[in-house]
């Protein structure tokens, strides 16, 4: 009999250490909570305040390359309205293709015999 009390002293002090333990460990978690929570908010405020940040920058960037598209398709166009121009004029000219870089060949020539001085031989 005297084994069984002692046992039972046993289990009894076991039953109250775990809940000691138990106490302990919901004051240490209560105790994180208190200190834990007020971190989160901050980093949540923080998020937000980057979020809000980031979403202006690609705002930005992305009106800045919308411009940048504008501006190369207009330049593009100018070129291909330059183009188009100078395909005209070379198929309305008389000698046709050949006869156009023929004509423009002696154009420049003779702009830069007139601009360079006389050569003694």
């Known amino acids: 009999m005297e084994e069984k009390n002692k046992m039972e002293e046993f289990f009894d002090s076991v039953r109250e250490l775990a809940e000691d333990a138990a106490e302990k460990l919901q004051e240490v978690g209560e105790k994180v909570g208190e200190k834990v929570s007020p971190l989160l908010e901050a980093a949540e405020e923080k998020l937000e305040a980057l979020k ?4 202006e920058r690609i ?3 992305s009106e800045k390359a919308e411009a940048m598209a504008a501006e190369a398709r207009r330049q593009a166009e100018a070129k ?3 183009i188009q121009a100078a395909k005209e004029k070379i198929a309305e000219h008389e000698g046709g293709a050949l006869g156009y870089l023929t004509d423009k060949a002696k154009e420049l020539l003779g702009k830069e015999g007139k601009d360079s001085p006389p050569q003694d031989a």
């Open 59 to 61: 705002e930005a960037l």
């Open 52 to 55: 809000d940040v980031a979403e």
């Open 80 to 82: 291909a309205a330059e």
